[in-house]
């Protein structure tokens, strides 16, 4: 995400309804035919949570999700969106039922590996009741049929995420929780899987997302274009665009396919930048190490579409006023600090936006003369820089404030002041290697950088890290 002042979504969902009754439900927990014969189990429910630090009821426990394959059709003129998930998880215990997070919404049917489930709504849980117990160790596959017209949500700072209305169709930003506005899942960052993402929009109109586009085929005034995403991939970071975009294919100077799409009253604008993309691509995997996804890329739209950038996996968002090359380059260096390296809870983000602010700075260093120990020296100057700790944020609402982003910033120069240039590199290239496509916390991360400097960082951690107030000095 850009650098930018931004409260996570602070509703709480409601608590979880007592287990059998409807197979199906609206999103008022209400409606759905009733009989469904859920006969005999011997397990327990899953958590209906995953107890994260700032949203201890995101995600849900019992499970661990390896694959969506999501079929979507929308229409841009009434925004509507008819779909269909089928979730391919491993149970973590003997599971009598399990939750996804769903926002909105209404649930026609479900099933567990083709047998009719009860399913029920409360707030943003539907909870699926499977006929049968399922046994720890067993890989099912739940089938979720859901339609409507997705929310757009609005965090206390105004800012917008899950499904935002455009004036040719939509944008579906996920960040920290506005994925379950458009499928059901275990929407935590620790639980990452694999997808295939159909899409099919009225003909004239395109639907972009994540990964790789295997194909696409236009038939009876409708155009479908399917996707795969080979790699792991958080939820939040799961994108869709439907518009009249401008694309363009390119690749890398090895080779890896590049894919932008830019919404066409900005494509001008944008193309020279979007051109850029395979030499900073190039140029970061000099820094950080080989690229750990099968594709790159991005989005641009309109000024307003979006209130912020988002480093979407394989596809970065931007709105036409946020897409600068220092933005560019921060978000791009997420697909290996955040994307591929997931923070093992939102507690962790620093680790996400303390790099990518990073590799801003890099950049500045590289291509505009300006030397990192510039840049930190400018960011120690402001004052809202050290309202928190960047490892402990003091609430949700702070998880994308300045002292994450700008003082995480200034953890990776003072370790890299620490450990010298020649460690720091090795440190930029093997962070990423070392948890690729895994999550990762602030004590794996402080163990890793010890372990590789082969000495203890406690002036780092204790002062800038974990520190309250502002160091009298920046050296």
């Known amino acids: 995400m850009d650098v930018r002042s931004r409260a996570a979504l602070a509703a709480a969902v409601a608590a979880l309804l007592a287990l059998g009754g409807c197979t199906a439900s609206g999103a008022d927990g209400g409606g759905g035919a009733a009989g469904v014969d859920i006969g005999g189990v011997s397990g327990t429910p899953g958590a209906a949570g995953l107890r994260d630090p700032y949203f201890p009821r995101l995600g849900n426990g019992g499970y661990d999700v390896t694959h969506y394959a999501l079929d979507l059709r929308y229409e841009p003129k009434g925004g509507r969106l008819d779909a269909t998930a089928m979730i391919t998880a491993r149970a973590t215990q003997n599971l009598s039922a399990f939750n996804l997070d769903l926002a909105g919404l209404t649930v026609a049917s479900a099933s567990v590996d083709d047998v009719p489930a009860a399913a029920n709504r409360a707030g943003n849980e539907l909870t699926i009741r499977p006929r049968d117990d399922i046994d720890k160790g067993d890989v099912f596959r739940t089938k979720v049929t859901y339609a409507g017209v997705p ?50 929009v009225p003909a004239g109109t395109q639907a972009i997302t994540n990964g790789v586009r295997a194909s696409e085929r236009s038939a009876n005034g409708r155009t479908t274009s399917v996707w795969h995403v080979a ?11 439907v518009g009249r975009y401008v694309t363009k294919a390119s690749a890398t100077p090895s080779g890896l396919p590049v894919l932008t799409a830019a919404d066409p ?55 036409q006023d946020a897409f600068t090359p220092e933005i560019l380059a921060h978000e791009l260096a997420h697909q290996w600090f955040g994307n591929s390296v997931t923070p093992e809870t939102w507690k962790d983000i620093w680790l996400s936006e303390g790099f990518a602010v990073y590799a801003e700075w890099l950049y500045a260093e590289e291509f505009g003369d300006t030397p990192a120990q510039r840049s930190f020296e400018a960011a120690f100057a402001v004052d809202a820089n050290w309202a928190f700790p960047p490892a402990e944020p003091p609430a949700a609402e702070n998880l994308f404030d300045p002292p994450v982003y700008q003082r995480g910033a200034m953890v990776v120069h003072k370790i890299r002041q620490a450990v010298g240039d020649e460690t720091f590199a090795k440190i930029l290239a093997g962070w990423p290697a070392a948890h690729r496509h895994g999550n990762a916390s602030t004590a794996d991360f402080t163990a890793y950088v010890e372990d590789v400097a082969g000495r203890d960082l406690d002036e780092v951690w204790d002062v800038w890290l974990y520190g309250n107030g502002k160091p009298a000095r920046p050296n």
């Open 151 to 200: 929310a757009t949500i609005t965090d206390p700072d105004g800012s917008q995420e899950g499904w935002l209305r455009t004036a040719d169709g939509a944008l579906a930003l996920g960040q920290p929780t506005g994925s379950m506005a458009w499928f059901p899942g275990n929407h935590h960052p620790s639980d990452k899987a694999t997808y295939d993402i159909t899409l099919t």
């Open 231 to 241: 790699e792991p991939m958080a939820s939040y970071l799961a994108t869709l665009g």
């Open 265 to 319: 009253t900005v494509a001008a604008k944008s193309a020279p930048l979007l051109a850029r993309i395979p030499e900073i691509v190039a140029w970061q995997e000099e820094k950080f190490g080989p690229y750990p996804f099968s594709a790159a890329g991005a989005v641009v739209e309109r000024t307003g579409d979006a209130g912020y950038a988002l480093e979407t996996q394989t596809r970065p968002v931007f709105p």
